[in-house]
């Protein structure tokens, strides 16, 4: 069992900046490729980024390439996403997401942070 814990949401103004946390606990960290995804009111979860175990690669939607960066640090059992440029449209619950990366295996998901852009 993987248990995971976002933080660091809240209510930004558009093109600001905010930084996500993802605190995994209970399995091999390093094991896992973890995502973040995102659900916005009244649509379907979307993928945000992806990095697999030791950052060796990374993978964005188009709609935030050169705007979020997506960090792990595999010491610390933790994934970041550093958010910049923040636009209306990135208003949605944030979840975090482990994958199992060696193996076949289910995922598991942080129960959500809240981002809100607006004025």
């Known amino acids: 069992q993987v248990q995971l814990v976002e933080s660091g949401g809240g209510l930004v103004r558009p093109g600001g900046s905010l930084r996500l946390s993802c605190a995994a606990s209970?399995?091999?960290?390093?094991?896992?490729?973890m995502g973040w995804y995102r659900q916005a009111p009244g649509k379907e979860r979307e993928l945000v980024a992806t990095?697999?175990?030791?950052?060796?690669?990374?993978n964005y939607a188009d709609s935030i390439k050169g705007r979020f960066t997506v960090s792990r640090d595999d010491a610390k059992n933790t994934v970041s996403l550093q958010m910049n440029s923040l636009k209306p449209e990135d208003t949605a619950v944030y979840y975090c997401?482990?994958?199992?990366?060696?193996?076949?295996?289910?995922?598991?998901w942080g129960k959500g942070t809240l981002v809100t852009v607006s004025q």
């Open positions: 990095i697999a175990p030791a950052g060796i690669s990374t």
């Open positions: 997401n482990a994958h199992p990366f060696y193996t076949y295996g289910r995922d598991y």
């Open positions: 209970g399995a091999p960290f390093a094991t896992y490729a």
